[in-house]
């Protein structure tokens, strides 16, 4: 079968596409069929790390969906021909998390990912795919559906009447952006692009800034909402938009901490949440239960993600190039 590997020869793209041995599942495993994967920004950071030790030669991608192919003795939750996705932390079954399941996260230095044709996992790690989405669609949620599903909804008990700030129109954000519109939450999107702020507005976002024309987004931010401010800050940027986002939580209200797209560095002064009452949530993506319970809100609503760009496998190095531009809107994927 053929899987990609990093591999830090392999020049800017930093992959190459391998011929290796179909994996055999032991007891307890699963081997699925991959039919897609998809990108987080999460792989824009490995793929930086890859001259680094043990990357190298490591398969890419924690997001994936497929059909089960073959199952190893004691398996009795799956059937070869469901189909599945494999959950972003392989030992993050249910509870609370533990540091103990971090070197279990796909696609990194610790645990291969699923850009391949073939993977094998416990049958603990995975989750039926809803039967109203796509493959395609079903690879998607790992990582970005999980992650805003936890933060928004398990944790920060997002609703209706409640009020969200999504920065911008990633992954991470458009999950967010479609769970307060099916939950009855107004939604606040910043972009970068008018463009992308139109296509937010059509998803049911009702505030909308463009944070590249207005830096200074958090003062239109709580004009919009009569200086109320958000109860949810779903916090993508992290050093440069912890600030704006400290000032835009209403009182009462709960920080998201996921993200890092303006890089990593110092954490801001937090006396605002003090006087805010406000909480911060920290947030590393979820567990096999909680991917479980966003399947049946997805399934009771018939959301289907949002996908923009679909590559063949053959095309992966280009996939990872055109999500570095931060054009897209929603997620980018590999067809299998
Ligand atoms: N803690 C966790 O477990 C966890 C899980 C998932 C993701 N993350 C993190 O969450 C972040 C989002 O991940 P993703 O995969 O959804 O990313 P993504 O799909 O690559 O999202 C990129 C988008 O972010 C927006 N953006 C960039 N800089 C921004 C800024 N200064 N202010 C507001 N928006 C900005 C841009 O949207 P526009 O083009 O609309 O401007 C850009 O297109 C990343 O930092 C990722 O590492 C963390």
């Not at 909480?279 to 319970?293: C, K, L, Y």
Request: hydrophobic share 45%.
């Amino acid at each position: 079968m053929k899987a990609y590997h990093l591999n830090e020869h392999a020049g800017a793209g930093g992959l190459v596409l391998a011929d290796v041995s179909k994996p055999e599942p032991a007891t307890g495993e699963v081997r699925i069929r991959v039919e897609a994967a998809s990108l987080n920004y999460r792989d824009l950071l490995i793929l930086d790390r890859v001259g680094q030790g043990a990357l190298n030669g490591r398969v890419p991608l924690s997001d994936g969906a497929g059909v089960v192919d073959a199952i190893g003795a004691g398996v009795l939750q799956w059937q070869v021909g469901d189909r599945v996705a494999a959950s972003f932390f392989r030992d993050w079954v249910s509870g609370p998390f533990r540091t103990s399941y971090v070197p279990s996260a796909l696609g990194g230095n610790t645990m291969d990912g699923v850009l391949a044709e073939y993977v094998v996992l416990p049958a603990t790690a995975l989750v039926s795919v809803p039967a109203h989405l796509s493959s395609i669609e079903a690879a998607t949620l790992p990582c970005a559906g999980v992650t805003a599903w936890h933060g928004l909804i398990t944790r920060g008990g997002m609703g209706k009447g409640d009020t969200v700030l999504v920065q911008g129109t990633g992954g991470v954000a458009l999950f967010g952006l479609q769970f307060a519109a099916a939950l009855g939450a107004r939604a606040i999107v910043i972009s970068s692009s008018d463009e992308k702020l139109a296509r937010a507005k059509a998803m049911g976002a009702s505030i909308l800034i463009n944070y590249r024309d207005t830096p200074d987004w958090d003062v239109p931010l709580m004009k919009a909402t009569d200086g109320e401010g958000a109860t949810h800050v779903l916090e993508l940027g992290g050093p440069g938009t912890y600030d704006r986002s400290l000032r835009s939580v209403a009182s009462g209200g709960k920080i998201v901490q996921i993200g890092v797209l303006t890089g990593f560095g110092p954490k801001p002064d937090l006396a605002r949440l003090q006087w805010e009452n406000a909480d911060i949530i920290g947030v590393t993506v979820g567990s096999v239960e909680h991917f479980a319970a966003m399947n049946r809100f997805l399934t009771d609503q018939a959301i289907h993600p949002i996908v923009d760009r679909i590559y063949g496998f053959d095309e992966a190095p280009e996939a990872f190039t055109y999500l570095r531009t931060g054009a897209h809107f929603g997620k980018i994927v590999v067809k299998l």
